[in-house]
């Protein structure tokens, strides 16, 4: 992948990740304030956690951080899917804010 496609792509996951945001703060019962800086969006929930979503633009990766760890995402041609075999980003990232947020939470590109 070319450096111009992955900043695409990843911008294009950024950005999915904030219209989530708006439709689950929109669509329930969940606070989550999300915040962009560049190429990194952090989620606070109401309990003050976070998960921080950063673009690793030498690597061609996303990285995200979540209580339950840090994960590393490259696109495959299809998805963003975890480096070590996780599963993909969008999954991944429900799972753990559903943790955090203790409300089911669905994210999706």
């Known amino acids: ?9 990843a911008e294009a996951l950024l950005r999915a ?3 989530s945001c ?8 969940a606070d989550i304030d999300n ?10 929930f109401a309990n003050r956690s976070q ?3 950063n673009l690793q633009k030498p690597l061609q990766e996303v990285w995200m951080a979540a209580r339950s760890g840090g994960f590393h995402y490259r696109y495959d041609g299809a998805a963003w899917n975890d480096t070590k075999g996780q599963g993909e980003f969008f999954a991944h990232l429900s799972r753990c804010a559903t943790e955090q947020a203790g409300l089911p939470l669905t994210f999706s590109s």
Request: net charge negative.
């Open 1 to 9: 992948m070319t450096d111009t496609d992955y900043l695409d792509r």
């Open 22 to 29: 708006d439709r689950i703060n929109d669509d329930g019962d």
């Open 35 to 44: 915040q962009r800086v560049g190429g990194m969006v952090t989620l606070t």
């Open 17 to 19: 990740i904030e219209l």
């Open 51 to 53: 998960i921080i979503i």
